[in-house]
């Protein structure tokens, strides 16, 4: 059956589909904020809404926090899963924004056409690229090409606290054979890539108590525990002088990759220098004597995403404080187990805190690396679907980002992922003004109907 | 003449008093904040009147900041100046104190009735027992026992940034032989203190700029510099492992304290466990091998006031922030010299930052240590009229805190400080549910009643 009459009902429809797309974004749909907790089962509702006109059977999931959205479709052929997250980072700073973060809106790019608003890469506008396929499938030959499991997370941004409970429990209606998930980008913006490796994530919050109240710094300046300079010092011990990470064990299951990626990583010719010039900077900050593909690809880390403690306002306050906190996280790669490293992270830092001061910790979320078994014909015929429609060879590539999803769909449903997305380095995800672009839209659209089309065996000469 | 009838006047006129200072208690005169500029100055306009209330001329003089109040009275004798503040530190955190912090009650404390209240300590109760000493003298005498300027200002607590330029410029209505300040404690909650050695006060903010926006951590992390990274080696690196500060030049000035001051010190039965007991602590955490009054008195510090930078927010972004920041404050003994002590600090910050990030100062108050000549009969005088007032004979001591003002009196006015106060170590200043005796309200105006009196050579027999 030619997929022709579908991607020309997609360009025909893109004017809708961008009208749904913004419609979803106004939900400020923030999951790490307790406040927005009821625009997240909005945009769970929404998003069922929009599975059930696309022609699936869908519904809301409860879990101890945002809902989960299920949807099924399809019938004869490969039964896949597609995943994608309908929460959205916070929007803080605020005052950086050009425009309401979730008042979106079509704007111009020096590149074409944006939309722009809190989750428009990450990941609604993303997520929406499949449901509007799915729905040119329905529109166009009235069924999908094969059996398809949905499924929309709304803790994404949040580190998943529900998801592999849920996943546990749900297994009989998430299991496929094969997973979707579309949360990546563009190589250098233009190049389709398929992401085969994802670094995972270990989120962890220190909280150092010193004296039982504020106290005056001159008073007791000198004599009392400062918890802001015990916690500065924790997180400088963290890292060695040359970028490693010293919490021990760190490295146990971290491999080299083979000369074989090397060389292929090599040939996307990626310029570190743009790379990082992008954004202010000019000097590869991790470990010494490593590529910074490598860096971002094969190698973990320990960031400190935020810091707090004592008094932050406008001037100057002579306080010694009494309670000072960090957030750190952690990529992890390769065989690294999150559980272990967090043991090992805590009784490092418990070992200096001085021992009149109290350390509390908190996790937030802990998943392993993923690697994909690429021999599955998905990732060859996805890979000639997304060469076809972007007009040049898609990539298997690496990516520094976590989706601790891919990780749980392997250990707890023993399915790889197929990743691929369209998001655009320029996108800023998880800053102030987030946009994607709609060309990335539109083809995004298109590429989930060809890569649909050809995993399920269909016409793969369409132009 | 004598004195006993000022004293009754002070014993039958408390309740006045209490209720006086409870009015001023009520302006929010917060000084490091905006938002409270019209509180201060509507504190300022208060004590002006209340000066004038009590015999003096006074009224406001203008700074680019805060007002300050300054006001004339008496004639003969030696000729002294009252140095007090009338500003507040800020309140937060709000949640922690048991009752609105500028709704200032009586209330019933372990030790009998204590005023609560932001400032009731620090500094407005104290400069209070002054203004109500002179009330009395004028109520019963008709006149001061001296010549005395009094000289009130309003940004004590955010660094007195006005402070030495209206000194200059207003150095004719200001000089007197001797400053009187009263912003001090008694010593061991119990033995009247004249403090002679005031520590200075170097007050610093450090801003590091990474990237050129705050970035997400999975895209970068590894690659990117993190401004909370480097920040925490910054500070960690701001004291070596025996706890002494390692900015280069650091210890030039401080010298060691003789034999006599040191045995004087340890005379006092000072309980170092007992003083870090009261706050939550147990362990000096100054220069290895120090008492404790020896680092709170003769030794220098460097403190980290506050900290901020990335998501310190309800649960995890996983941000890598594109700025951090922190204030460090440093107390100085001896002859330090702030201005190279803030050179060098900045020159040693400046070259741990990576190349592709910057470093932004800003600073927040320098002051040199102060040291007084007890050799003033002034300070005999006062050391025996405060022995007879409170039962026990008075100490010379020093002070871990800096009255920068002391310092300026010195360099600028060429007067020494006679500093006497009466606060209690429990009286949570800078911190909430901030609070004043009673007791040491009534005592602290007896005790300034004798001491101008035995300074202009009264009647010191008043048992």
Known sequence: MSLAPVLERIDATLPAALERL???????????????????????????????????????????????????????????????????????????????????????????????????????????TFVEAARAFVAVRGALPLRLTVFFEGEEESGSPSLADFMRAHAGELRAELALICDTGLFGDATPAITTRLRGLLGEEITVTGPDRDLHSGMYGGAAANPVRVLARILAALHDDGGRV???????????????????????????????????????????????LEMLWSRPTCEFNGISGG????????????????????????????ARIRESFRAMVRAMVPADCTVAFRGHGASPAARMDTADPAFAAARAALSAEWGRPA?????????????????????????????????????????YDVECFHRGIRSWARVLDAIAGGDRAVP
Chains 1, 2 share one sequence.
């Open 22 to 128: 913004q419609a979803f974004l106004a939900i400020p749909s923030i999951s790490t904020d307790p406040a927005h907790a009821g625009d997240c089962t909005r945009a769970a509702e929404w998003l069922a809404g929009e599975l059930r006109a696309a022609g699936f059977e869908a519904g809301l999931r409860p879990t101890p926090g945002h809902p989960m959205v299920v949807g099924q479709g399809g019938g004869g052929g490969r039964h896949l899963l597609f995943y994608g997250h309908y929460d959205v980072q916070p929007v803080d700073p605020l005052a950086l924004w050009t425009r309401p973060p979730f008042a979106p809106a079509i704007e111009a790019g020096p590149r074409g056409a944006v939309i722009r608003g809190r989750g428009a890469a990450d990941d609604k506008g993303q997520l929406m």
């Open 246 to 292: 010293t919490v021990p064990g760190f490295y146990d299951g971290v491999d080299e990759i083979d000369a074989g990626l090397r060389a292929e990583w090599q040939g996307l010719g990626f310029d570190e220098g743009a790379f990082l010039g992008a954004v202010g900077l000019a000097l590869p900050a991790g470990e010494r004597g490593r590529s910074v």
């Open 311 to 338: 008094y932050a306002g406008e001037g100057f306050k002579t306080v010694l404080p009494a309670v000072a906190s960090a957030k750190v996280s952690f990529r992890l790669v390769g065989l690294q187990d999150p």
């Open 395 to 435: 990539a298997f590539v690496g990516a520094g980002g976590s989706i601790p999803v891919a990780g749980l769909f392997q250990s707890l449903l023993g399915m790889d992922s197929l990743l691929t997305g369209f998001g655009r380095d320029d996108d800023q995800i998880h800053s102030p003004n987030e946009k």
